[in-house]
Structures are given as C-alpha cells and as structure tokens.
C-alpha cells in the first residue's frame, strides 16, 4: 500500500513526465520539421538561427544530427510520447509494476546519456549550439533525475541504502547542478563571444 508521500511523488512524477514529455514532444516535432524544410531548400534559414553560436542550421545537417541513420528527433518524438502516456497513467492512479518503472529509468538514462553526448558534440566538435536541441535537453534532465529518485526512494533500485537516501534527498540539486554545468560549458567555450 502506498503511503500518502509516495502519492504526492508520484503526482510530481506525473506532471514532470506530462509537462516535460509534451515541451519535448514539441521541440523534437520542430526539429523534424527544420530537417525537412532544409532538406527540400537548401537555402532555408531555420527559425532558431539565432547567430553564429545558436544555430540549428550549423548542427542539423551533421552526422551527430542522425546518429542511428535517421533524424536524432525521431528518437525524441518516440521517447517523449512514451514519457506522456506514463505521466498520464500516474495521474489517473494506476500503479506502475516494477518493470515499467524500471524499463522507464533505463530510457531516461538512455536519454540523459544522449544529451551528455550531444553537449559535448555540440561544444566540441561541432562549435554551434541547436536552440531546440536545448530544449529537449532542459526538459530530459528533470526527467532523469525525477525517475531515478523515485526507484530508489521506493527501493525498485538499489544503490545501497545511503547512497540511495543522499540521492534521493539531493534531487533538486543534482538537477540545478546539471543545468549548472551545462551552462558554465557553454560560457567557457563561447566566452570570448558572450563578453564581446
């Protein structure tokens, strides 16, 4: 039976998934679209082309853009309608096995591993930064992070007991602290631009 706090994290879980599953619903739709209209003119100038950092057209027309041999968003638009049909079941109460809840922390790792390795791409190798690229980035960490602490407060994943009690206390630090670097990253490597 399931305690009135597990209720209440559970509810927070919901609308994590719902709210940051249709942001990157959206922004992944957007991609797919940008994608396309260059595809068929090549002199289109996609909406998020900021300047010569932020800029779509810069990234998405690399090889980082289609890891698997297909657009990256495609990936998004799966994983982030999977995110908003778990949210809504957690809304209307229905109780997750541990299977869904664990297969759901494996993708949400799978997803977070995939915006380091974008990051670092973007930063490093590719020199431009995808403004809605960002955005399915902003909504996947919280993401993680929310699942994660949920399994391991509810003991469907074990970390040891300690380790799993300062993570799961530490929540909302382990995210500001991933949007923390990814923003310090970003300022480091474009500084000379952000302080001209």
């Known amino acids: 039976m399931e305690t009135e706090l597990e209720t209440r994290s559970y509810r927070q879980t919901a609308w994590i998934l719902i ?9 992944a739709i957007e991609l797919i679209i940008q994608k396309i ?22 990234v998405i027309n690399t ?17 982030f309608t999977i995110v ?26 799978a997803g977070m591993v995939f915006v380091i390795w974008l990051v670092s791409q973007s ?3 590719i020199g431009a930064l995808c403004p809605w690229c960002m955005v399915v980035w902003a909504v996947t960490i919280p993401i993680f992070w929310q699942v994660t602490t949920d399994n391991l407060a509810a003991k469907r994943l074990n970390l040891g007991k300690s380790l799993s009690e300062i993570i799961v206390a530490l929540k909302w630090i382990l995210i500001a602290s991933s949007y923390l670097i990814i923003m310090a990253l970003i300022f480091i490597r474009w500084q000379d631009f952000w302080l001209k």
């Not at 209209?37 to 810069?58: A, E, T």
């Not at 980082?64 to 799966?78: E, R």
């Open 19 to 27: 709210i940051g599953g249709v942001i990157g619903l959206v922004a």
């Open 37 to 58: 209209s260059v595809l068929s003119d090549p002199d289109f100038v996609p909406n998020c082309d900021i300047n010569p950092i932020l800029s779509c057209g810069s």
């Open 63 to 79: 090889e980082q853009a289609s890891l698997f041999g297909f657009p990256n968003p495609v990936l998004g638009v799966i994983g």
């Open 84 to 109: 908003i049909m778990f949210g809504a079941l957690l809304l209307t109460g229905v109780v997750l096995p541990k299977s869904m809840w664990l297969g759901l922390n494996l993708g949400a790792l």
């Open 123 to 125: 930063l490093y190798v």
